[in-house]
Each structure stands twice: as C-alpha cells, then as structure tokens.
C-alpha cells in the first residue's frame, strides 16, 4: 500500500534555508544558466541545422532520426512533430525514427539461444559478441537499408565516441546523406555534409533538457520555412 503524503501546512512548510529548497534551487539555477548559454551559441546552429532538414525535403529526401539511450527519446519526437504536427494541422512530412537498440539487442538474442546444436560455453561466447557487434551495427544496419542521397540523418546523443555513432555516421556518408549530429561533445573526424550542433553542458540532465529545445527548434525552422508559420514564442 503507497504511503499517503502529508498535506503541507503553515507549520510543515520547508524554510528558506532547507536543504531540499537549497537543492532543488541549485538545479533550477543550472537549468537556467544552461538556457542562458545556449541562446547565445545554438540559434545559428540550429538554423544550419534546419536548413539542411528544409534541402532534404525540398529534395523528396527523408529525414531520419537516431537516438543513444535516453536520447532516443528526442529521436522519437522531432520524427513524431514532423509526421504529425505540433498545435496545428500540417501535411505530414517523411520522417522515420530508427529503431532503438534495446528492442534490437532482443531480437538478436532471441537468435542465438534458437541455435541449439551449440554446446552451451560456445552460445555462451557468440552470444556474447554477437550481442556487441549487433549493438555497434544497430544503426548502421537501418541506415543501409532505408537511407538514401537527398535524405538527411539527424543523430541525439550526449557522447560521440561510440562505436554505433561511428558506424552510422560513416554509413550515411557512404549512403550519400547529410548528418545532423546533436551531441554534447565535438565530432573530430573530417565528415562531409555533417552539421554539429554541438551543447556542451557537461551533464547528462542538463544535456536531456536541452534536446526538447533542439528538437522544437528544428521543427520550428522546417514549418516556418515550408508552411510559413511556426511555433509562438513567449
């Protein structure tokens, strides 16, 4: 049975000075210190960024979002606002969101344990690698097979130095697309038609918050470039 909370009063009210009220104030103040520095670095990026999204579609290209773990969430809703809208009526755009390694990993483990002529030490081992190869290969594999020149992958994730985002990167490349890649670190490799939006908050909650206005920022610029109208401010 869930313990019931007790209503707050005068009395039980947390004081100024409380611990919790200290807490929960300092992470405010770094979300706001976290927005404060973006609108000074990001709006130039994101206009790039949906710039490129507007060229693919003017193009009959598609645009194909990506997650990293949490991040895939972000990768499920910019694909989501493009089919389907945000507060108004819009045709739908082509988009697709890849699917997540998690349901990916579990169809490839269901494939090694059917392989019952294994002793159980060898489908222990290739399980094992399959699993870590399936995981590195997770995007790379979609991108070659639905990815095509005129379309424009759109990656979410806090780190770079993945093996997955390695491979779907230079997969796209050799599938002839344009990359968006949204992250909290800086692609080093030299990449042709990769556009980095690129956070630098250093911290995976901050970094989580800040992909809603990435993603809001993205559609916004793809409505108002195809449609003529965007998301209100204020």
Sequence with gaps: ??????????????????????????LLAGSIQALLDAAETLPQQITQAGDLLVGSLLAEGRIITCGVHHA????DYLAELLLYGFDKPQPSLPALSLQSETRFLASNQASVVNETEQSASDKEND?????????????????RAFGHAHDTLVIFSQSVSSEQIRRAI??????????????????????????????????????????????????????RSLFGSGLEAG
């Design 170 to 223: 230079h997969t796209a490349t050799d599938q002839g697309m344009q990359i968006i890649l949204v992250s909290d670190e800086v692609w080093l490799e030299a990449t042709e038609g990769l556009c980095l939006v690129s956070l630098n908050t250093g911290k995976a909650h901050l970094f989580q918050e800040m992909l809603s206005l990435i993603v809001h920022g993205l559609y916004d610029r793809v409505e």
């Design 127 to 143: 399980f094992g690698a399959r699993l870590v190869e399936a995981q590195a290969d997770v995007f790379a594999r979609q991108i």
């Design 72 to 75: 895939a969430r972000s990768a």
């Design 1 to 26: 049975m869930l313990a019931r909370i007790p209503e707050s009063n005068g009395s039980r009210m947390h004081s100024e000075n409380d611990p919790a009220n200290h807490s929960a104030r300092s």
